[in-house]
């Protein structure tokens, strides 16, 4: 081969690479969440992280990564979602508090109720030592990586269909809570019996009274127009709650070394955008349901006081002995200091 030949020869490779590089296929992220798909205000967090995000993997990968997100639940229920992402059927999944519970017990002790004075405080935890624990952990049970502990609309509050001031009230009370079994002593604790039901079944559960409450944050209640049925809102502020966003540690181990860190950047963005949505919405949501007829009521700090003196230490029996190895009663007092510590800091 003469050097003439040679060099077109080489000239057609390299012609070839670049062209082949241009066109090749994108590499697919499949994101699937149960919040709303558009952002908005009042809005889910999770749902302008995950648009901050999108943005910014696209185009910092300049296309080669490309986010595609499935929002109200099109993947299946939550449960669901997760185990698809640990099987790699999906590549990222919008989790929360109280179902990662069953996957790992050690998430419940991010839900003790009072343990955060504000969101502030539980942001500023959750990016220490005890998030970055929590979610070792889990990569190491579940093979899924949480990407950020983003603020999952605040703080959970009492719905019933008659005004809640007391622990009296709630005394004998058909209420909904969810599959965290912290969340469940803590109601059974306050004299409430607890039900069982889906989140897309509570409405009409409501409806028929086979519930006469439930608990969750506030923009999760004005979003499923559940204060139609549920119009008395008692602001306990017991239980802080997590939109953590998790991505399959496999598929993340399979892009390149620069497409990793622009993935583990966006979901540092999503976390941030998310916390700043969640606040804001906190914000004006109130608004938004007496608008839409809800009556608030706020507690004073002696009924808070006994709400935090009956229901906290039943939670935390409970998760306790869940946590293994003994280790409960160490991961309830490392999130309890944590949580001092936070609050003295500027």
Known sequence: MNKLTGAILGMGLAIATTVGSAFAEPIVIKVGHSSEGDVRLPGAGRTAGLAAMKNYIEVASQGELVVEIHPDGALGNARTMIESA?????????GYTSIMVPFMPEIAITQIPYVFRDNLTAWKVMEGPIGDELA????????LRVLGWADGAGFRQIYTEKPIKSVSDLKGMKMRVPENPGLLAMFRAWGANTVTVTWDELYTALQTGMAEGHDTELYSMYSKKLYEVNPYVTMTRHSFNLHPLLINEEFLRSLTPDQQMIVLQGGDLYTR????????????????????GAVFYYPTDAEIAE?????????????????????????????????NAAEEQP
Request: charged fraction near 20%; proline fraction near 3%; hydrophobic fraction near 50%.
């Open 307 to 339: 709400f935090k003196a009956l229901g906290q230490q039943p939670y935390i029996d409970i998760i306790a002995k869940k946590i293994p190895d003994g280790a409960g009663q160490e991961w309830v007092d490392r999130i309890i200091a944590a949580a």
């Open 136 to 143: 070792d952990l889990f990569l190491e049970r579940t093979g």
């Open 273 to 292: 955008v998310a916390n700043a949505q969640s606040l804001l919405s906190s914000l004006v949501i109130q608004q938004a349901m007496e608008e839409a």
């Open 86 to 94: 640990q099987t790699g059927v999906i590549q990222m999944v919008g």
